[in-house]
Nanobody
């Protein structure tokens, strides 16, 4: 049974930082491509960042230079460090596995 469990969301002021974590089980983590998607109210779900088994990364243009995705194979976990957060980053963030598994989502709200 595959499980992706996110944590680390919350309310933060513009310019602040948050770190999202995703703990995975039921998969061979070390050979997996994983990523983070987000969905804001009334908008389509969009890819934020992804990381391959070899550590290659890609980012949405809107988050380049502000967000960093990383992984720890020993902990079966993937992370998203989000800095210089903006109100438009407000969304539910989902952990994703390349076999189309999804976490339950974690809310990130950027507001003063």
């Amino acid at each position: 049974q595959v499980q992706l469990v996110e944590s680390g969301g919350g309310l933060v002021q513009p310019g602040g930082s948050l770190r999202l974590s995703c703990a995975a089980s039921g998969i061979i983590f070390s050979i997996s491509t994983l990523g983070w998607y987000r969905q804001a109210p009334g908008k389509q779900r969009e890819l934020v960042a992804a990381i391959t088994s070899g550590g290659s990364t890609n980012y949405a243009d809107s988050v380049k230079g502000r967000f960093t995705i990383s992984r720890d194979n020993a902990k079966n976990s993937v992370y998203l460090q989000m800095n210089s957060l903006k109100p438009e980053d407000t969304a539910v963030y989902y952990c994703w596995h390349h076999s189309d598994y999804w976490g339950q989502g974690t809310q990130v709200t950027v507001s003063s």
